[in-house]
């Protein structure tokens, strides 16, 4: 139980467009989604907090025009880079949780951004 | 802010030694602490965890210890094998499902053959 998937597992675009990245929650209703951001070599950066039908709490430095984030229902968030730039290309990494996990969060696969 | 420090950054030990990785975090208020192994393009995968009202938890080869006091937290690893070679990551958070996991700067853990 607690599977959480993502996708794409990975996407190549052109620099100035724009992609979103789905995190699915498969067999379990996330109360809280978190959005990372792992650049090669690094350590998973907190990009975002999530809370269904409410707007995401942003870490400090984390543009939110940027990064969009809709967690539109329990078993969905999205990440939207808009514009995306070569300095975006990271493996984007969603997790989730749910109130009887209490402390537990279960990690997607992740997604690789690369942007040419 | 909340912050974590894992150290050493590298490690390399003969198989069937033991490694030992350490971490100190900030937030006096943090008291789930787990621990994470991630290979090359996979999750983060967790291996185990501790919570503030234990001071040690075993699992087979594997055991963490946390001193609350000291704000420090280990890893232990013995009877080393080659597939534990991995990146190793401690993190820290405050026990809630909304709570976010501060994580450590991670180990990169290799097994000499």
């Known amino acids: 139980g607690a599977v959480v998937s993502q996708h794409p597992s990975w996407v190549i675009c052109k620099s100035g467009t724009s992609v979103k990245i789905e995190c699915r929650s498969l067999?379990?209703?996330?109360?809280?989604m978190f959005w990372y951001r792992q650049f090669p070599k690094q350590s998973l950066m907190l990009m975002a907090t999530?809370?269904?039908?409410?707007?995401?709490?942003?870490e400090q430095g984390v543009e939110k025009d940027k990064f969009l984030i809709n967690h539109a229902s329990l078993t969905l968030s999205t990440l939207t880079v808009t514009s995306a730039h070569p300095e975006d290309s990271s493996f984007y990494i969603c997790?989730?949780?749910?109130?009887?996990?209490?402390?537990?969060?279960?990690f997607g696969p992740g997604t690789r951004l690369t942007v040419l | 802010g909340e912050n974590v420090e894992q150290h050493p950054s590298t490690l390399s030990v003969q198989e069937g030694d033991s490694a030992v990785i350490k971490c100190t975090y900030s937030?006096?208020?943090?008291?789930?602490f787990p621990w994470y192994k991630q290979e090359l393009g996979k999750r983060p995968q967790l291996i185990i965890d501790?919570?503030?009202?234990?001071g040690e938890k075993k699992d087979q080869r594997i055991a963490v210890t946390l001193n609350k006091t000291a704000k420090h937290f280990s890893l232990h690893i013995t009877e080393t094998q080659p597939e534990d070679s991995a990146v190793y990551f401690c993190a820290a958070s405050r026990r809630s499902s909304a709570s976010k996991i501060i994580f450590g700067s991670g180990t990169r853990l290799s097994i000499r053959p």
């Open positions: 067999d379990f209703q996330a109360t809280t």
């Open positions: 997790s989730a949780s749910y109130s009887g996990s209490i402390d537990t969060q279960y």
């Open positions: 937030d006096s208020a943090s008291n789930y």
């Open positions: 999530s809370n269904e039908g409410s707007k995401a709490t942003y």
């Open positions: 501790i919570r503030s009202n234990v």
